[in-house]
C-alpha cells in the first residue's frame, strides 16, 4: 500500500497541530512521521501490509501528537497520548487494482466535530497474480477491442449524445460492449475518469470522422471541470465531492507511472499539432457547403482548447502556451497560405503566365540586367492590372466565407475575430505586392512600342476597386481605424498623373469656352440669365475639379494637398 497523504485542517481550530498518521491492518500498525506545526502535512511515505483475512479493515487515523505536560497527564488518563483529528475506515475486501482517492475524515462518532481529508494511493496485489498485468491496463486492451470490434461491425463510432442526453460522455459503447465494459471497470477499480480518457485516446486515431471531435471535446471538457473542481473543493478544504483527483487517471497503459504521463504527453501532442494543421487548412478541411463539417470545425476549435487546458493544468506542462494565441498564429498562417493560392489560381488561369508552384506575378521575376528588366516590362502593365483585380476578388470571396461560415465556430471564444484576423493578413500580403503594379504600369505609360500598354485610365480604375474594398472591409478593423493605408501612398503616382493631364484638358476646354464666348460678345445665355454662357462652363469645370479632388483625398493630409492643387492651376 502505497500512502500520499495531505491532511487539510480548518485553521481555526487547528492552530498549532503537529499531525502525524497511524495506519493499521489486522494488527500490524504502522505510522508516519510527525510534521510540525502542519495546517498541510504533506508526508510522501510508503507502506507495505499484508492482509490475510476478508474481514480485516483498513484503519487510517489522523493525530496531533502532543508535547506539553498538561496534554500527556491528560492522555495518560483517557490511554491517548495525542489529540484525535479523524479517520478513515475501509474494508479490505473492497479493493482491487490501484486506487488514488481523497476520503473525508469523520469522527469516532456521530457527535465528533472534525475536518479535513486525507489522500491515499492504494496498490492491491493479490497473491499469485505479481506477474499479470495492471488492471487498467488490461482494461484499455479490452477497451481498444471493444472498440475496434464495434467500429468494424457497424462502420461507425457511437456518439451518445445522441442516444442519451446526461452524462453522455461515460456511454462508450453500444450494449453488449458497454455493460461488458462497465463490469470490468467497477470489478477492478478502474474509475470513469479514466474509462473516459482510455476511449478519448483510443479515439485520437479518428477524430476526423463526422462528430467524434465534438465527443472528445465533451470528453476532455467534463475531465477538465471535473479536475477543476476536484482542485478548488480541496483547496478550500471543504468535503470533498469526487474522487477524481487525477493520480491515477493518466495510468492506463503502462504500469509505469512515468512512462504512462510520458505517453499521455506524446497522445496529446501529437492531437494537438494534427488539430493545429486541420485548422491551419480549415478552407479545405471544412467546405462551407457541408453544415456538419462547420460544426465540427467548431467542437475542433473546442477540442485545441480543452488540450491546452490539460496540459497545462492537469499535466502540468512547463512552457504550455495560451491556446487563444497559438489559434490566432495559426489563423495568420492559414491566411497567408490562402493569399499564396489565391496567387497561384490567378496565374494558373492567365495564359502566358502559368508556371509550377513558386511561380510569381509578372514582374517580380528579379532580372540583374536593366534591358531584359525592360523587356520584360514590357506590355504587361495590363496583364499585371487584370491579375492584381482577380485576385481582389478572390480575396473579397474569402473574406465574405470567414465573415458569413467560418467566424461564427470561433464566435465563443470572446476577442477572437478570425474574419479580422484574416482580413488583416490578407490585406498586409495585398500591400506588399502593390509596388509591382506600380512598376509595371509606369512602364507601360512610357513606352512607346506598339504593343497593348496599360494606360493611366486603367491604373485609376484599379485603384478604384482597391479603395472600394478597403472601405468595405477593412477599414471598420481596429488595427486600420486610426492609421493611414499603405497603398494610397503607393498609388499616389497614378492619381497625380491623372490630375496633371485632366487638368490640361479642363484649362483648354474653359480657354476654348471663353473665347468663342467672347466671339459672340458674351451674350446672356437665355433671357432670363444674367451672364453668358462661359461663366456657367467655368464654373462647372471648376466644380468638377474640386469634386475631384476631394474623391482622390486620402486620410494623410499631404496627400489631400497634392490632391487639389489642380484647382489652383485651374483657376
Not at 159 to 184: C, G, H, L, M
Request: overall charge negative; aromatic content about 10%.
Amino acid at each position: 500500500m502505497i500512502l500520499v497523504c495531505r491532511a487539510l485542517f480548518k485553521e481555526i481550530l487547528f492552530l498549532a497541530s503537529s499531525p502525524y498518521v497511524s495506519i493499521t491492518v489486522g494488527d500490524c500498525k504502522k505510522r508516519t512521521r510527525t510534521i510540525p506545526s502542519g495546517l498541510k502535512p504533506v508526508w510522501d511515505e510508503t507502506f507495505e501490509f499484508e492482509a490475510r483475512e476478508s474481514s480485516d479493515r483498513l484503519k487510517i487515523r489522523v493525530w496531533d501528537e502532543e508535547d506539553d505536560l498538561a496534554s500527556k497527564i491528560v492522555g495518560k488518563l483517557i490511554h491517548e497520548p495525542d489529540s484525535f483529528l479523524g479517520q478513515v475506515l475501509i474494508d479490505v475486501k473492497s479493493f482491487s487494482g490501484e486506487l488514488d482517492i481523497w476520503h473525508d475524515l469523520e469522527g469516532r462518532t456521530t457527535k465528533s466535530s472534525v475536518s479535513g481529508a486525507i489522500r491515499l494511493r492504494i496498490v492491491t496485489i493479490v497473491e499469485g497474480e505479481e506477474t499479470r498485468a495492471p488492471f487498467y491496463h488490461q482494461y484499455s486492451c479490452l477497451h481498444e477491442i471493444l472498440f475496434d470490434y464495434e467500429y468494424q461491425t457497424v462502420g461507425e463510432v457511437l456518439i451518445p449524445a445522441e442516444v442519451q442526453e446526461t452524462d453522455s460522455w461515460k456511454v462508450f459503447f453500444r450494449e453488449p460492449a458497454q455493460e461488458i465494459s462497465t463490469e470490468f471497470a467497477t470489478r477492478f477499480g478502474i474509475d470513469t475518469t479514466g474509462c473516459a480518457l482510455t476511449h478519448f485516446v483510443t479515439l485520437v486515431n479518428v477524430f476526423r470522422l463526422p462528430k467524434v471531435a465534438g465527443l472528445m471535446s465533451d470528453i476532455l471538457t467534463n475531465v477538465n471541470e471535473l479536475y477543476e473542481l476536484s482542485s478548488r473543493v480541496s483547496a478550500g478544504w471543504l468535503p470533498v465531492v469526487s474522487a477524481a483527483t487525477f493520480g491515477r487517471m493518466n495510468k492506463l497503459r503502462l504500469h509505469s507511472v512515468v512512462a504512462v504521463r510520458e505517453e499521455m504527453c506524446q497522445t496529446m501532442e501529437l492531437l494537438y499539432n494534427q488539430l493545429k494543421t486541420c485548422l491551419i487548412n480549415y478552407r479545405e478541411m471544412f467546405p462551407v457547403t457541408d453544415p456538419q463539417k462547420l460544426e465540427d470545425l467548431r467542437s475542433s476549435v473546442n477540442l485545441f482548447i480543452g488540450i491546452s487546458f490539460f496540459n497545462m493544468k492537469v499535466l502540468q506542462l512547463e512552457n504550455t502556451r495560451e491556446s487563444v494565441e497559438v489559434l490566432r498564429e495559426c489563423m495568420q498562417e492559414s491566411a497567408r497560405e490562402t493569399y499564396e493560392m489565391l496567387k497561384q489560381d490567378v496565374l494558373s488561369e492567365r495564359s502566358g503566365f502559368s508556371g509550377e508552384a513558386g511561380d510569381q506575378f509578372p514582374a517580380i521575376q528579379a532580372v540583374p540586367d536593366k534591358e531584359k528588366k525592360t523587356e520584360a516590362l514590357t506590355g504587361k502593365g495590363k496583364k499585371t492590372i487584370a491579375l492584381f483585380e482577380q485576385l481582389l476578388r478572390l480575396m473579397v470571396l474569402a473574406l465574405e466565407n470567414d465573415q458569413v461560415y467560418f467566424s461564427p465556430c470561433f464566435s465563443h471564444l470572446g476577442n477572437f475575430n478570425l474574419w479580422h484576423i484574416t482580413a488583416v493578413k490578407l490585406w498586409q500580403l495585398f500591400e506588399e505586392d502593390l509596388p509591382l503594379v506600380v512598376e509595371a504600369v509606369e512602364h507601360d505609360i512610357e513606352d512607346a512600342s506598339e504593343m497593348p500598354r496599360a494606360t493611366i485610365i486603367d491604373a485609376m480604375n484599379f485603384l478604384f476597386k482597391v479603395k472600394y474594398v478597403f472601405k468595405s472591409y477593412i477599414a471598420e478593423i481596429p488595427e486600420y481605424q486610426d492609421a493611414i493605408p499603405e497603398f494610397q501612398s503607393l498609388l499616389r503616382v497614378f492619381v497625380l498623373r491623372w490630375l496633371s493631364d485632366n487638368d490640361e484638358l479642363q484649362a483648354k476646354y474653359v480657354v476654348h469656352a471663353v473665347e468663342a464666348d467672347r466671339e459672340s460678345g458674351f451674350k446672356p445665355a437665355s433671357q432670363y440669365h444674367h451672364y453668358s454662357s462661359s461663366v456657367v462652363d467655368v464654373f462647372c469645370s471648376l466644380t468638377e475639379v474640386w469634386v475631384q479632388g476631394a474623391l482622390f483625398s486620402s486620410d494623410d493630409m499631404n496627400d489631400s494637398g497634392v490632391c487639389r492643387c489642380p484647382l489652383a492651376l485651374t483657376i
